[in-house]
């Protein structure tokens, strides 16, 4: 794997800056992961049991000690969304190099929560161009994919103007279970 779990590298554009989550944005984060109209957009398939409802400091902050405990091992980078004019943590992106038995093998997995205020086509899309294109290369992937159920129709509408596709593909999970509603773009 490349050498973001080395260095995790800080990506941003004029309003969204992505960098490593840290232990200080737990208070931000509680506010995501806590709010119950962003938490049927964030994607938890594969996770144990996990639906990432964190409305509690400690729990935020247990959360994010998993995810930095993850990034050590090279299990997947958390980013941190800030937005800049708030100087506030707005969500999150997860991405992994997934290997695997099925389709999405060599695949970048990636999640993206944020709370619900921000869960826009042109929020989703202006973030999504921040990551794209130096996921590729930070994840050694050809493809990256992400889900979207069918009623996440402003994530829907953003991943279509981003050149996601649906695929007819599904997830096999590490337990077997299989996931549906995924979407994805390939490096151009």
Not at 35 to 52: I, M, T, V
Request: proline letters at 3%.
């Amino acid at each position: 794997m490349s050498n973001v779990y080395e260095t995790c590298p800080t990506l941003e554009n004029e309003n969204y800056r992505l960098r490593l989550v840290a232990e200080s944005d737990a208070e931000d984060l509680r506010k995501v992961y806590g709010d119950k109209f962003a938490l049927p957009f964030f994607n938890s398939d594969n996770c144990h049991g996990d639906n990432f409802y964190y409305p509690t400091a400690e729990g935020m902050r247990e959360a994010i000690r998993y995810w930095l405990m993850e990034y050590e091992n090279r299990g997947f980078v958390r980013f941190a969304i800030v937005e800049k004019d708030s100087d506030t943590a707005i969500g999150t992106i997860e991405l992994f190099h997934r290997v695997s038995e099925d389709f999405f093998h060599d695949c970048g997995i990636l999640r993206l929560d944020v709370g619900s205020k921000y869960e826009c086509e042109e929020v989703l899309c202006e973030i999504l161009s921040v990551i794209i294109e130096p996921a590729y290369g930070l994840f050694e992937c050809k493809m990256i994919a992400t889900k979207a159920p069918i009623y996440a129709v402003e994530r829907i509408t953003a991943l279509k103007k981003m050149g996601f596709e649906k695929s007819a593909q599904k997830v096999v999970g590490h337990d077997g279970t299989v996931y549906g509603d995924y979407w994805c773009i390939c490096a151009g």
